[in-house]
């Protein structure tokens, strides 16, 4: 149910009203507490339980707002809701809320005040405190979700690091692979080339041993023994 009914009052004088239950006696009820009301204009925040409902009553700078809500709203919103319409009604009318006569306001400001009722009364945003509520709800998601990008970014670093780790290691071992392949490679070289060196100079040897008569080559040797 909410808020039902919403008055803006210059001491006694009722500048403007809303009533959202066309069969209560909100406006009745409403005045008689304006009448019971201290006089001054010392600000003040006041209650008064009717019932089942409960008038809420804000007193600011000589301007006083007043609504009636079921007792089973607690007394944040109600206030909220006060200073939200004191507010806005200074603003509007500013220093003609001084002289104004009674309902000089009410054609105009009646359906802001409505419109205020039913917004305080059904959506729950209306309300500062569930409205930082649901901020601080959203700002907490919000830090939820970098947390995880951060720690799924660790987890693609830490993958990022053990791979590299991986590919130095990998190039490490190729480099020692290359270098023992590179070893075997001019050992086998060196050997083969030796091999060749002894088969020329066998053949060599075998055709000097054929000219010269022998193994020994003794025609060969007597010849230059002779020169």
């Keep these: 149910m909410g808020i039902l009914y919403a008055m803006v009052a210059?001491?006694?004088?009722?500048?403007?009203e809303f009533s959202a239950a066309t069969t209560s006696n909100a406006g009745?009820?409403?005045?008689q507490i304006l009448e019971k009301l201290p006089h001054g204009n010392a600000d003040s925040n006041a209650s008064y339980s009717q019932d089942r409902y409960v008038f809420h009553v804000k007193r600011t700078d000589g301007l006083i707002v007043?609504?009636?809500?079921?007792?089973?709203?607690?007394?944040?919103?109600?206030?909220?809701?006060?200073?939200?319409?004191?507010?806005?009604?200074?603003?509007?009318y500013s220093r003609a809320i001084l002289s104004a006569p009674p309902y000089a306001m009410n054609d105009e400001f009646s359906r802001i005040l409505s419109q205020?009722?039913?917004?305080y009364s059904n959506d729950p945003n209306a309300d500062r405190l569930n409205r930082l509520k649901g901020e601080m709800n959203q700002v907490r998601t919000v830090m939820i979700n970098n947390i995880e990008k951060v720690l799924e970014r660790g987890d693609r670093l830490a993958l990022l690091v053990e791979k590299t780790?991986?590919?130095?290691?990998?190039?490490?071992?190729?480099?020692?692979q290359s270098r023992?392949?590179?070893?075997t490679v001019w050992w086998g070289n060196?050997?083969?080339?030796?091999?060749?060196?002894?088969?020329?100079?066998?053949?060599?040897?075998?055709?000097?041993?054929?000219?010269?008569?022998?193994?020994?080559?003794?025609?060969?040797?007597?010849?230059?023994?002779?020169?």
Excluded: W
């Design 28 to 31: 009745v009820v409403a005045r």
């Design 165 to 176: 780790s991986t590919l130095q290691g990998n190039t490490l071992r190729f480099r020692k």
């Design 190 to 227: 060196v050997k083969l080339t030796g091999a060749l060196l002894l088969v020329l100079a066998i053949i060599l040897y075998v055709v000097l041993a054929f000219l010269c008569g022998g193994l020994f080559m003794p025609s060969c040797l007597s010849l230059a023994f002779d020169v």
């Design 116 to 119: 205020e009722m039913d917004r």
């Design 10 to 16: 210059r001491g006694h004088v009722v500048l403007a």
């Design 66 to 92: 007043l609504c009636m809500a079921d007792d089973a709203s607690e007394r944040r919103i109600p206030f909220a809701f006060l200073e939200d319409i004191h507010q806005r009604f200074v603003k509007t």
């Design 180 to 183: 023992h392949f590179k070893n």
